[in-house]
């Protein structure tokens, strides 16, 4: 075989592994909107409110932790 041969095998391959995926997934249980796969995000406690672990371990962490009062 040559490589031509070989990278068309390889495409056919995939599309049919995409057949294969798009069938199995409409089998899945349908998600609400906005509701997350199994996915559980740690929050922190900061004076401005309950944030994310993700978010808090960012660039914008300084801003998370001061208090921000309009008098």
């Known amino acids: 075989m ?3 041969e070989n ?3 390889a495409k056919d ?3 049919e592994l995409e057949v294969l995926i798009d069938a199995w997934e409409s ?6 909107f906005g509701e997350k796969n199994d996915h559980i ?4 406690t ?3 409110g309950e944030i994310s672990e993700t978010l808090m371990s960012g ?3 300084d801003h998370y932790m001061k208090e921000h009062r309009e008098y």
């Open 27 to 32: 089998t899945l249980p349908k998600k609400k």
């Open 46 to 48: 900061t004076p401005a």
């Open 13 to 15: 391959r995939i599309k």
């Open 7 to 9: 990278i068309q095998r």
């Open 41 to 44: 995000e740690p929050t922190i």
């Open 2 to 4: 040559n490589i031509k």
């Open 59 to 61: 660039a914008l962490a």
